[in-house]
């Protein structure tokens, strides 16, 4: 029976698809067992992944025309359950690893809890049956995670991990653009810069196949790691720029007493309006002339 959810929220699964084709159907079958409304974001597949979705009539579906990165696909889910006003949006990933029946635990917490994000974690706690991860993953997982803590004040045991419940209002605060496997990072960045309430949850440590591929150089594990932390520096420079920003244009308003979110708000719908962009506000001052140049009346 599909997933009701008792406390009147829409409730949105998105499942991240590329070249799945032995284990999508599946996937679908378990996540439509516990949520009415499936998303399956085809990223590109090629190995008739998409002529399967294609022929199905019991989900929603996008489809990238090539392959964009694991970010791409979760960023198209999350701009769909924004923009269809959905509540909560859940993700699993399609290979096998993430237990559907949990999706309702993770909606209830996310939705009648106390969290904006609730992430599952495969290091919280042993399950009986648990895999032993590729030793790789897990050395660049603990790694990451503690760097992760460490830089942004979080308590996180898994930061990889793609089951995820979303408060849809949290998420559309969040502008990500980071394409591939790294966008977790670039999240939790954003995360912790606005506040959010993170929650984690067990879930089972499962492995079907150890040596699926990351793409190209990423399968190198130094190499993984270190674009890893390569992304986590450029988000946490790009949250300190944007806090400083915030910070200019918040003394702006005060000094100059203007309603500045009332302000772009306006720009913005004046920019879908007309197709093209709007001056800033406040406008920048004009240079000067230049008295030595001879374009100088």
Known sequence: MAYNCTMTCRVL??????????????????????????????????????????ARD????????TNHGYGTALRSAFD????????????????GQHQPQLIPKFVERCWTGDADIVSGSRYLQRYPGDSDPPED??????LITEELNRRLGLSL???FCGFKAYRVSALAKIELTEPGYAMPLELWAHAARLGLRIVELPVPLIYLDEKRSFGGALDD???????YRRVLDRAGKRDSVVEEVRQIRDAYARQFGYDLKAIHRDLKAKEQASGRQVVSFPPRRPKPPDP????NP
């Open 157 to 159: 045991t898994d930061a």
């Open 80 to 95: 769909f359950a924004i923009a269809g006003g959905y509540d909560v949006l859940a993700t699993i990933d399609c290979d």
């Open 292 to 295: 030595t140049s001879p374009h």
């Open 13 to 54: 699964t998105a499942l991240p698809v590329y070249n799945e084709v032995d284990h999508v159907a599946g996937a679908i079958a378990g996540a439509l067992s516990y949520c009415r409304d499936v998303l399956v974001v085809d990223d590109g597949s090629t190995d008739g992944t998409s002529e399967l979705l294609a």
């Open 58 to 65: 019991d989900i929603r579906l996008i489809r990238h025309p």
């Open 221 to 227: 594990a130094e190499t993984r790691l270190t674009a």
């Open 137 to 142: 993953r897990r050395r660049i997982n603990r």
